[in-house]
Every structure is written in C-alpha cells, then in structure tokens.
C-alpha cells in the first residue's frame, strides 16, 4: 500500500444449508465482531462501535405466477380463425386495451425491483441489529426502483410476438402473391392451377370460420351510423385507406386473422363478403358501418368509396319504393300548404264529395333524398281559390311546397306555388375516384370542359322547370322567372328589381295581373331558357329521374367488387390494414406520455410516405416496394411493443405518473433507435436495467404493489430474513461492516506534524446473498 501496512483479503461462499443464525443481521453482526474481539466471549453483552451499511432488493411476484392457466400470447383460433371469441379461466391484463378484440398481448412489465438504501450508522451490539432487523423498509434513505421488462419486446425476439406487426407482415407475403393470378377465383378454384410458390400450408378456413366473421361484420353491429372521425389520429387520413369503423376497415382487420393471413385465405373471405354485399342489395338491407348519405370522401381508398356509393344507392332505392300517398284509417288525406314565411295551413277534407264540382290538388312532398319517414301526400281542396278559368276545374297541382307569398300568375287568378325541387341533391352527382378520372379523360377527348359544365346546368334547371310546371300547372315562362330568378322580371311601376328569391315581391290580389316585362337577356330571340321550358314536361321533382340512377350504378358497384384484380384488391387492403391497425393502436390510453406521442406521430408519417408506392393505380410493385413495405413492418412492430409497455407503466402507476414517464422515456432512448431504419435494435446487446429514484410521496405507491402473498405464494419458502415489506422478504441483501482505528505518526514510514491523527479503516467484510445463498468477503488492514 506505498506505507507500512498491508491489507489481507479473505473470502467464502455458502451456496446452501445456510446457517440460521447467519440469516440473520444479529448473526452476521457478531460474525464481522469475532473478527477482532480479543476473546470467544459472549459478544451479545459487549459493545463494539461498528459502521454499516445496507441494500435490501425486493422484487414483486410476476403477475402470472399465481395464475393455473396460461393463456397463449397469440388468440388465434381453430383453423385460423379470427380471435374475438376468446374462452378464458382469467382476466387478461389487456382486456380493456384496443387491441385486446383481437389479440392477446403478454405484459411486458414482469414486475419491478426496489433497491432500499440504508445510509451509514453506527451499531454497538447485536440488539440493535436484531432491531434494525424488524424496522420497516420505509425507513430507508433512499428507495429506487427498476421495471422487469420482458425479453419479447428486445430486437432478438423477432417473429415469436403475435400483434398487428406480424400479421402485417404476412398481409405483405400475400400482396406479393397477389401477381400471380388475374382474377380472386383463381386462388380458391380446384378447377386452376394454384401459383407454384404458393405454399401448401396455406389452407382456407372452413365455412363456420367465414360465417362467424361475417356475421360479425353485418349483423352484430350498431344502429346508429358510426363517426369515421371519431378517435382517428390527424395524420390518419393522409393514408389512403378506409376509416377504422368502416365495413371495409374492419374487414382488413378481420382478414388478418382469417387463417394464417395467407392469399388463400383472403381471396376465400372476399368472395364471401361481396356475396354478403350482393344480398344487402338484392334484400334492400342498408348495408351495415357505412353512412347512407353524406359526400364521398375521396381521400380514402377506392373500395370505401364504392361501398359508400352503394350505401347510398341503397338508401335512395328504398326511398323510391316508399313514396306515394298516405291515408289514414277513414280514407282522409292530409293536406299541407307551407308558405314561404314557414307558416304551414292545412285542410282535412273528406273523398265523399263530388269529384265534378271541386278541384282536388295533389301535393307530394316527397323527393328522393328524404327519410321515408318524413314523406307527407296531400290532397288539398282548392275551393276558397277563385281559378280565372272555369276550364281548369279539373286540373291537379303536384309538388307544391306552399304558397309564395302573394304573388299570383300572370294568365289565371292563381296562387303561385312554389315547388319541391332537388335542391337537397348536390350540384353534381356522387362520382367516385375512378368516375371523376373518367369524366376527365372524356373532357380531355373532346376538348372542351366548359360543355359538362352546361350540361349540367342545363338538366338542373328543366328539372326546377319540370317541377315549377307541376306545381302550377296555368303558368308561363314569365312566372317561372318571376319565381326562380326575380332579377331578370322587370315591373313597371319601377319598384325594387333586385329581390331574392326568398325575400319575393308581395303583390296586392286587388291589382291583378302582375304589370312588368322581362328583362332584355330573357327577352332575346333563341333564349335558351325559353327553349329548355318549352320543352320541360311538367313533373314534380319526385317522378323526375334521378341525377343519380340508384339501380344503375348500385349494379356498377357491385360489378367492380365482383370483378377485382387479386393486386387491386391487396394494394387496397395493405394500405386500410395499417391505417386501421394504427388506429386501433392510437386508442390505448398510456397517459401523458409526449414521448409515446411524438412515436406516434412519427409512424404515421412513415407509414404515409411508404404507403404511396400502392396509390400509383399500376398493376404490379417491385421488389424495393415489398423491401420498404417490410421495413415498415419492423418500424409498426416496435412502436407496437411501445405503445404496450406505456399502457402497462401507465395502469401500474397511475398514482405516480412521474415514475410511468421516466421508466418509458429511458427504456425508449436506451432501446429504440430512429424510425425506419434497416438495423432497427440488431447493436442492442445490453438488459434495460435503469433505476428511477423513488420520491416520498410515492413510496407508498410502490409499496402498494407488494401485495401481500397468498397461500399458494407462501408455502413455495419459508421466511429467513427480516425487514418484510407487506409480508414479502428481500430477494437479496448486500451489507458492508466496517470498524475504524485512530492511528498515531509513528506508523507512519515519513515523520508527520507532531499530534497527527487519522482514523483509519483496520476492519471491512462485504456480505451479499439471500437466505439460500451467502457470500462473505474481509479485508483486514494491519502493520507487520
């Protein structure tokens, strides 16, 4: 040691039989004192000033032990079926997470280690060891605890966990495939050779699988329409895929489960779903987790959009089937007359008077795109309305929402009415992705954009004229324009020209007929608003054919779902497969944990820029796609794995969110590299084995956690050491004994100032184990 003095060191191991008394502090105390007590007296009842200090390890009993029946991480079914039905003995600790319909997920926190910390204190017998020995480990200094995290998250054990990551990859394996054949048949049919590389295992589900998930899928929903946007994160929608809680959303997330995930499988479960489809249609069923109205949204993928498309076309063709005039039990129609101020008059008159001597109006105030349940026919007696013609008896009004104001016609002494128009309809039809580029293809052949455009103007106003006509039958083309564009009718008495629409002129029903001219754009020879009245037939908007034909294009629909390429149909999937997966995963609740958020974040922008590789609209995808494809399987299967282990910090500390956010951002920064990587986790050799110190007020947070054991726990061991924490004994115990000397300068090889004194370390013995396991280790400091 560069002095006089040398150190010796000596150490021994017991590894089992472990004495009882050594057990114990009292014990390993007097162990250390017989070290250097000058005889084999009674070391109970002399006082030796010793220095100690101690670490006691606990750790909470895993959250399965205690458990008989094990359940498989995986919950897949027989013959590969989906795992929403799962039979269990227990309660699994995810039951309550998103991903918990599907699968199955190991908890990734085995349990925690408490590290408690006894600073140094001075022990002068064996009675103050045996005291110390019953003192309860809140006592301590310093607690610090550290998670036991399972190796299934670790790089190493890729492929043995089943999530959404894996059966992403084998979505993956099938989209690859999916080139091999021209039609979806082809893979099921026994009639074609089957894809050489298509591997034998790849079996398809029995029939009572495929059942049991289309079941799921139509029938076992709720009535009221879902909200795509509901729970959905911001960036989900830059994937062009379907919404989570759409019928096409939660048959990607069906399919992954449906047997192994492979082509076979899929091209078995899609052929059965555009059946279940085609008998919605042909039953008039509305078509389940799909609104019956609204706008398409273009931004998703082709599928949803015509299934979208078809929900609407179901919708519209019930309606059609619905119309027509109610009476109620005694044969007496309703009649409703709305003004345009919104007051609504009507009149009961009953069918027993003669049909010679009044004038029956019918009013149908149903149009296509109403609820059924709102549709109201009337007969309105018109026997109070002075007709300027005794011709016009017998004539029948049809369509009319109400009367406009006080405006009358100009060639018969008549209310003007207003009709039902299709204002309620868009301003173009509902078109899909693929019938916008069509139309635009058309546009770009013919050269002219401008000519659809009118056209469609053109068929929206003969329709308003068609309906205006049925509703007053006497009028003229001066009415119609007083009516529907009040700028272009000029009065001669110079009054305000410029009246909207709702805000009509009131005339007096004293100065009749109405005195003005139209303006000069009407009055023009070769008006082509003149032309289109003159030949609009007079019908009300509800027998008028639809913008959209719902028959026509249901069929449309059906035909394309029908006859969808196998990559079409992959390419599809893949994309609302990851999208709906993220979504699901994006609903668990983890608490405050920015960095969790910041992940998320993080894959669904890398998941959006990978993804457009399968939104080009080409027939195939080469191998660098299927290579970023997967890579975006590895990316998916680690924020997978974070997102369960925050849920899992965040259920065991929901009382000390502290704790929950510095276990997971250094188990991040320490296990996950950058998102999108190729060596994603292939370097990480080490064990996450980070501590958190543990404040005051949450010890007994974590104490909590040491629940006490029960009676199939206990009998495992027998309790050997003290310092119980809610009845559990430390896994582990490292105490150092120490004994200090003051030594004069004379033993010192150098002169020192007169008087120098030093304390000086003559004893030290390290002790470390358990009750099964000790190990002493001393080293003795003395001059020779």
Same mark, same amino acid.
């Given at each position: 040691?560069?002095?006089l003095?040398?150190r010796?060191?000596?150490?021994?191991?017991?590894?089992?039989?472990v004495?009882?008394?050594?057990?114990?502090?009292?014990?390993?105390?007097?162990l250390?004192?017989? =070290?250097?007590?000058?005889?084999?007296m009674?070391?109970?009842?002399?006082?030796?000033?010793?220095?100690?200090?101690?670490?006691?390890?606990?750790?909470?009993?895993?959250?399965?032990?205690?458990?008989?029946?094990?359940?498989?991480e995986?919950?897949?079914?027989?013959?590969?079926?989906?795992?929403?039905?799962?039979?269990h003995?227990?309660?699994?600790?995810?039951?309550?997470?998103?991903w918990?319909?599907?699968?199955?997920?190991?908890?990734?926190?085995?349990?925690?280690?408490?590290?408690?910390?006894?600073?140094?204190?001075?022990?002068?017998?064996?009675?103050?060891?045996a005291?110390?020995?019953n003192?309860?480990?809140?006592?301590?200094?310093?607690?610090?605890?550290?998670?036991?995290?399972?190796?299934?998250?670790?790089?190493?054990s890729?492929?043995?966990r089943?999530?959404?990551?894996?059966?992403?990859?084998?979505?993956?394996?099938?989209?690859?495939?999916?080139?091999?054949?021209?039609?979806?048949?082809?893979?099921?049919?026994?009639?074609?050779?089957?894809?050489?590389?298509?591997k034998?295992?790849?079996i398809?589900?029995?029939?009572?699988?495929?059942?049991?998930?289309?079941?799921?899928?139509?029938?076992?929903?709720?009535?009221?329409?879902?909200?795509f946007?509901?729970?959905?994160?911001?960036?989900?929608?830059?994937?062009?895929?379907?919404?989570?809680?759409?019928?096409f959303?939660?048959?990607?997330?069906?399919?992954?489960?449906?047997?192994?995930?492979?082509?076979r499988?899929?091209?078995?479960?899609?052929?059965?779903?555009v059946?279940?489809?085609?008998?919605?249609?042909?039953?008039?069923?509305?078509?389940?987790?799909?609104?019956?109205?609204g706008?398409i949204?273009?931004?998703?993928?082709?599928?949803?959009?015509?299934?979208?498309?078809?929900a609407?076309?179901?919708?519209r063709?019930?309606?059609?089937?619905?119309?027509?005039?109610?009476?109620?039990?005694?044969?007496?129609?309703l009649?409703?007359?709305?003004?345009?101020?919104?007051?609504?008059?009507?009149?009961?008159?009953?069918?027993?008077?003669?049909?010679?001597?009044?004038?029956?109006?019918?009013?149908?105030?149903?149009?296509?795109?109403?609820?059924?349940?709102?549709?109201?026919?009337?007969?309105?007696?018109?026997?109070?309305?002075?007709?300027?013609?005794?011709?016009?008896?017998?004539?029948?009004?049809?369509?009319?929402?109400?009367?406009?104001?006080?405006?009358?016609?100009?060639?018969?002494?008549?209310?003007?009415?207003?009709?039902?128009?299709?204002?309620?309809?868009?301003?173009?039809?509902?078109?899909?992705?693929?019938?916008?580029?069509?139309?635009? $293809?058309?546009?770009e052949?013919?050269?002219?954009?401008?000519?659809?455009?009118?056209?469609?103007?053109?068929?929206?106003?003969?329709?308003?004229?068609?309906?205006?006509?049925?509703?007053?039958?006497?009028?003229?083309?001066?009415?119609f324009?007083?009516?529907?564009?009040?700028r272009?009718?000029?009065?001669?008495?110079?009054?305000?020209?410029?009246?909207?629409?709702?805000?009509?002129?009131?005339?007096?029903?004293?100065?009749?007929?109405?005195?003005?001219?139209?303006?000069?754009?009407?009055?023009?020879?070769?008006?082509?608003?003149?032309?289109?009245?003159?030949?609009?037939?007079?019908?009300?908007?509800?027998? $008028? =054919?639809?913008?959209?034909?719902?028959?026509?294009?249901?069929?449309?629909?059906?035909?394309y779902?029908?006859?969808?390429?196998?990559?079409?149909?992959?390419?599809?999937?893949?994309?609302t497969?990851?999208?709906?997966?993220?979504?699901?995963?994006?609903?668990?609740?983890f608490g405050?944990?920015?960095?969790?958020?910041?992940?998320?974040?993080?894959?669904?922008?890398?998941?959006?820029?990978?993804?457009?590789?399968? $939104?080009?609209?080409?027939?195939?995808?080469d191998?660098?796609?299927?290579?970023?494809?997967?890579?975006?399987?590895?990316?998916?299967?680690?924020?997978?794995?974070?997102?369960?282990?925050?849920?899992?910090?965040?259920?065991?500390?929901?009382q000390?969110?502290?704790?929950?956010?510095?276990?997971?951002?250094?188990?991040?920064?320490?296990?996950?590299?950058k998102?999108?990587?190729?060596?994603?986790?292939?370097?990480?050799?080490?064990?996450?084995?980070?501590?958190?110190?543990?404040?005051?007020?949450?010890?007994?947070?974590i104490?909590?956690?040491?629940?006490?054991?029960?009676?199939?726990?206990?009998?495992?061991?027998?309790?050997?050491?003290?310092?119980?924490?809610?009845?559990?004994?430390?896994?582990?115990?490292e105490?150092?004994?120490?004994?200090?000397?003051?030594?004069?300068?004379?033993?010192?090889?150098?002169?020192?100032?007169?008087?120098? $004194?030093?304390?000086?370390?003559?004893?030290?013995?390290?002790?470390?184990?358990?009750?099964?396991?000790?190990?002493?280790?001393?080293?003795?400091?003395?001059?020779?």
């Amino acid at each position: 040691m560069g002095t006089l003095y040398t150190r010796r060191f000596e150490a021994d191991r017991i590894g089992s039989q472990v004495p009882l008394k050594l057990m114990h502090l009292e014990g390993l105390y007097e162990l250390f004192v017989s =070290k250097f007590a000058f005889s084999n007296m009674d070391l109970s009842m002399h006082l030796f000033q010793v220095n100690l200090k101690m670490n006691l390890t606990y750790r909470t009993v895993p959250y399965d032990e205690d458990f008989d029946v094990q359940e498989p991480e995986g919950g897949i079914t027989e013959a590969g079926g989906s795992p929403k039905s799962k039979h269990h003995n227990r309660k699994p600790w995810d039951d309550d997470c998103p991903w918990s319909e599907w699968y199955s997920a190991e908890d990734p926190v085995k349990g925690f280690e408490l590290l408690t910390i006894w600073s140094e204190k001075a022990i002068e017998s064996s009675l103050e060891m045996a005291e110390l020995e019953n003192a309860s480990p809140l006592e301590a200094e310093k607690w610090s605890i550290s998670p036991c995290v399972s190796e299934i998250l670790s790089a190493d054990s890729d492929g043995k966990r089943i999530g959404f990551a894996s059966q992403l990859q084998l979505l993956i394996d099938a989209l690859h495939m999916s080139l091999e054949t021209q039609f979806v048949e082809d893979f099921v049919s026994v009639e074609h050779s089957r894809p050489e590389n298509l591997k034998s295992t790849a079996i398809i589900p029995p029939p009572t699988v495929l059942d049991r998930v289309l079941k799921d899928l139509f029938y076992e929903v709720e009535a009221a329409q879902p909200d795509f946007a509901e729970g959905d994160h911001k960036n989900s929608r830059t994937i062009k895929g379907a919404p989570l809680e759409s019928l096409f959303g939660q048959f990607c997330l069906h399919a992954l489960w449906v047997g192994d995930c492979n082509i076979r499988a899929i091209a078995a479960f899609w052929i059965e779903f555009v059946r279940e489809v085609r008998w919605c249609w042909e039953e008039s069923q509305p078509l389940p987790r799909m609104p019956a109205n609204g706008v398409i949204d273009l931004t998703t993928c082709l599928i949803n959009q015509k299934l979208h498309m078809l929900a609407i076309c179901m919708d519209r063709k019930h309606q059609f089937n619905q119309k027509g005039p109610k009476a109620d039990e005694n044969g007496v129609f309703l009649s409703a007359r709305i003004k345009a101020d919104t007051e609504v008059q009507s009149v009961i008159s009953s069918q027993d008077g003669d049909a010679q001597a009044s004038c029956w109006e019918c009013d149908s105030l149903s149009t296509p795109d109403q609820d059924p349940a709102s549709h109201i026919s009337s007969f309105e007696h018109s026997g109070a309305v002075k007709l300027g013609d005794p011709e016009h008896s017998a004539c029948i009004r049809r369509g009319s929402a109400g009367v406009v104001g006080s405006m009358m016609l100009l060639k018969s002494y008549q209310n003007m009415h207003a009709p039902f128009t299709r204002v309620d309809l868009p301003d173009s039809p509902l078109m899909t992705e693929d019938m916008h580029e069509e139309r635009l $293809q058309a546009i770009e052949a013919l050269g002219d954009s401008s000519r659809f455009s009118a056209q469609l103007e053109k068929d929206i106003l003969s329709s308003d004229m068609s309906a205006f006509k049925a509703a007053n039958p006497d009028a003229v083309f001066e009415d119609f324009i007083r009516w529907h564009s009040p700028r272009d009718w000029e009065n001669d008495d110079n009054m305000e020209k410029g009246v909207s629409q709702i805000n009509a002129v009131v005339e007096s029903t004293y100065d009749w007929p109405p005195r003005g001219k139209l303006s000069e754009r009407m009055s023009e020879h070769g008006n082509l608003w003149r032309k289109i009245w003159n030949e609009a037939p007079p019908l009300p908007a509800s027998e $008028q =054919k639809p913008l959209l034909d719902p028959n026509q294009e249901g069929e449309k629909v059906l035909h394309y779902l029908e006859t969808l390429r196998p990559y079409q149909l992959l390419e599809q999937m893949v994309s609302t497969a990851f999208r709906a997966t993220a979504d699901t995963l994006n609903k668990t609740s983890f608490g405050g944990l920015k960095q969790m958020t910041t992940r998320i974040e993080q894959l669904y922008l890398t998941m959006s820029t990978t993804l457009r590789c399968l $939104q080009t609209n080409s027939l195939f995808v080469d191998a660098e796609d299927i290579k970023d494809l997967k890579r975006l399987c590895t990316t998916f299967a680690h924020v997978e794995n974070l997102i369960t282990l925050a849920a899992s910090l965040h259920r065991k500390f929901m009382q000390a969110p502290r704790l929950s956010e510095s276990i997971f951002n250094d188990y991040d920064n320490f296990h996950v590299p950058k998102l999108g990587t190729v060596s994603i986790g292939r370097d990480v050799k080490k064990v996450f084995n980070n501590e958190q110190e543990v404040r005051q007020g949450e010890r007994e947070v974590i104490a909590s956690m040491f629940t006490p054991p029960t009676a199939n726990q206990s009998w495992r061991k027998v309790l050997s050491m003290g310092n119980l924490l809610n009845g559990h004994e430390p896994v582990s115990r490292e105490i150092i004994f120490t004994k200090r000397d003051h030594l004069c300068e004379n033993y010192y090889v150098g002169h020192a100032p007169r008087g120098y $004194q030093q304390e000086f370390e003559t004893y030290r013995m390290y002790v470390c184990g358990t009750s099964n396991d000790l190990g002493v280790a001393l080293a003795v400091t003395s001059c020779d």
